[in-house]
């Protein structure tokens, strides 16, 4: 059973940072393409930002220079560190193993003074 679990959001001030984590089991991470979306109140669902299992990573051009997707193979975790947050990051994030169909729960993060 693959599972999804997404840690680490929450009520920021604009130009703060957080640290998301997603930690997945039930698949074989070390080839899976990892990625972040996000999606806001009223708007669709979008990627923020991939990482291969080998190769570069992938920004939207809306977070590039102030996100860094990283990942640990040895614990199957995949993180998204996030600096100089701006009210428009506010939304629910998401990681997503991109060779499934399947989705974590979310977690909030909210970029507000």
């Known amino acids: 059973q693959v599972q999804l679990v997404e840690s680490g959001g929450g009520l920021v001030q604009p130009g703060g940072s957080l640290r998301l984590s997603c930690a997945a089991s039930g698949i074989t991470f070390v080839i899976s393409d990892m990625a972040w979306f996000r999606q806001a109140p009223g708007k669709q669902r979008e990627l923020v930002a991939a990482i291969p299992s080998g190769g570069s990573p992938y920004y939207a051009n809306s977070v590039k220079g102030r996100f860094t997707i990283s990942r640990d193979n040895a614990k199957n975790t995949v993180y998204l560190q996030m600096s100089s947050l701006e009210p428009a990051d506010t939304a629910v994030y998401y990681c997503?193993?991109?060779?499934?169909?399947?989705w974590g729960q979310g977690t909030q993060v909210t970029v507000s003074s």
């Open positions: 997503k193993a991109l060779n499934t169909a399947y």
